[in-house]
């Protein structure tokens, strides 16, 4: 079965509600204009918690082809913590995504393996798709340890799922270094790590669960940079940050299949 390539918005910390609904009607118009094939890439956005309301009454009322979902979840069902957000809530507004575990979550809310995991869990386990983030620091990387490190990350946060349960979710390798900083990492580099981790998949559950699972890169990514990275046989999309809150650009990196690769 091939793995529909996903290409994800994650807006971070940007855009109000307001700004939510012009951001995403222009996605929906310039993909259309453009004639994007949504059987060639998926596209979602990522939005703030007090955006998800307004997405979604835009996306069913206008009926676009853009899926949403949240940028964390709470590993508790309800009750008294303050500031989370729990699965249900999530469900209810019609969310199918969510990220657990970016590294700004883990270097500004000191989220480890463990919560990780108990939020990957909460999330299955109310019908989300988790899209786990995992990726090495830059002084890792300097002492090449990239990849044990990165599939030690994995291993966290994917204990105790089933492997249904793996096929079905999302990975993104997002090494730190290139989040944020214009410096993407080589599509070889990549690569690298993205293949590690579907083998990683193959000698835990098997290749027909390795197949499934569809495996991100994340970091600086451009429409510059999109076919390159595509062309590589264990990347089946992008988490992509700054450039999604450019329509343009978001939309050309949605359109990846149209480029050439340079
Ligand atoms: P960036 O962010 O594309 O701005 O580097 C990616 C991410 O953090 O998901």
Same mark, same amino acid.
């Given at each position: 079965?091939?793995?529909?390539?996903?290409?994800?918005?994650?807006?971070?910390?940007?855009?109000?509600?307001v700004?939510?609904?012009? @951001?995403?009607?222009?996605?929906?118009?310039?993909?259309? %204009?453009?004639?994007?094939?949504?059987?060639?890439? =998926?596209?979602?956005?990522?939005?703030?918690?007090?955006?998800?309301?307004?997405?979604?009454?835009?996306?069913?009322?206008?009926?676009?082809?853009?899926?949403?979902?949240?940028?964390?979840?709470?590993? +508790? %069902?309800?009750? /008294?913590?303050t500031?989370?957000?729990?699965?249900?809530? @999530?469900?209810?507004?019609?969310?199918?995504?969510?990220?657990?575990?970016?590294? =700004?979550?883990?270097? +500004?809310?000191?989220?480890?393996?463990n919560?990780?995991?108990?939020?990957?869990?909460?999330?299955?386990?109310?019908?989300?798709?988790?899209?786990?983030?995992?990726?090495?620091g @830059? =002084? $890792?990387?300097? =002492?090449?340890?990239?990849?044990?490190?990165?599939?030690?990350? $994995?291993?966290?946060? @994917?204990?105790?799922?089933?492997?249904?349960?793996?096929?079905?979710?999302?990975?993104?390798?997002?090494?730190?270094? /290139?989040?944020?900083?214009?410096?993407?990492?080589?599509?070889e580099?990549?690569?690298?790590v993205?293949?590690?981790i579907?083998?990683?998949?193959?000698?835990?559950h098997?290749?027909?669960?390795a197949?499934?699972?569809?495996?991100?890169?994340?970091?600086?990514?451009?429409?510059s940079?999109?076919?390159?990275?595509? /062309?590589?046989?264990?990347?089946?999309?992008?988490?992509?940050?700054?450039?999604?809150l450019?329509?343009?650009? +978001?939309?050309?990196? /949605?359109? +990846?299949?149209?480029?050439?690769?340079?």
């Amino acid at each position: 079965m091939a793995r529909k390539p996903l290409m994800a918005g994650n807006w971070k910390m940007n855009l109000n509600h307001v700004e939510a609904v012009g @951001l995403v009607q222009k996605l929906a118009w310039t993909l259309e %204009d453009k004639k994007h094939d949504p059987e060639k890439s =998926e596209v979602i956005v990522l939005p703030p918690y007090t955006d998800l309301r307004t997405v979604q009454t835009l996306v069913d009322g206008d009926r676009l082809d853009i899926g949403y979902g949240a940028q964390d979840v709470s590993a +508790f %069902d309800n009750g /008294a913590y303050t500031g989370d957000i729990s699965a249900d809530m @999530l469900v209810k507004l019609g969310c199918r995504y969510v990220v657990i575990g970016h590294s =700004e979550r883990r270097q +500004f809310h000191g989220e480890d393996d463990n919560i990780v995991n108990a939020k990957t869990q909460k999330a299955v386990s109310r019908g989300l798709v988790p899209i786990v983030c995992v990726g090495e620091g @830059l =002084e $890792v990387r300097q =002492e090449l340890r990239h990849v044990p490190e990165t599939l030690h990350q $994995v291993e966290g946060a @994917l204990a105790g799922l089933t492997p249904e349960q793996v096929a079905n979710l999302v990975i993104a390798y997002e090494p730190v270094w /290139a989040i944020g900083t214009g410096r993407v990492a080589t599509p070889e580099d990549a690569q690298e790590v993205c293949g590690a981790i579907r083998l990683w998949i193959v000698e835990q559950h098997g290749g027909e669960i390795a197949d499934r699972t569809r495996i991100l890169y994340g970091g600086s990514v451009k429409a510059s940079s999109i076919a390159a990275l595509m /062309a590589e046989p264990d990347i089946d999309g992008c988490l992509v940050g700054g450039a999604s809150l450019i329509v343009e650009e +978001f939309a050309a990196i /949605a359109r +990846f299949y149209e480029m050439p690769v340079i």
